[in-house]
């Protein structure tokens, strides 16, 4: 597996750099509100071979523990993680 996601080697730098350009673009007047950039890259996932959770925690350094009892078995996992645009 091939994986080009480096926090602070690139995808950081392309956020901020993305939020400097759109402000510059739109001049002093601009508020920024939300702003959404996403991070996409295809990775081979087989859920028979292996959970959702499991799969994540191995490939993206992000650790899920679910604390609470569900009804049935997990079909998938969605993670939303956002960024305060004045703190960059």
């Known amino acids: ?21 759109l402000r510059e673009s739109y001049g002093p007047g601009m508020k920024l509100e939300r702003a959404r ?8 996932f087989d859920p028979k071979a292996e959970s959702a959770v499991a799969f994540i925690d191995r490939n993206l350094n992000v650790g899920l523990r679910n604390q609470f ?10 993670i939303t993680q956002e960024f305060d645009p004045a703190s960059a």
């Open 37 to 44: 950039l996403q991070y996409i890259d295809a990775v081979e």
């Open 1 to 21: 597996m091939i994986c080009n996601y480096v926090w602070k080697g690139n995808f950081q730098k392309n956020i901020k750099t993305a939020i400097r350009v």
């Open 69 to 78: 009892k569900t009804l049935g078995k997990s079909r998938g996992v969605r």
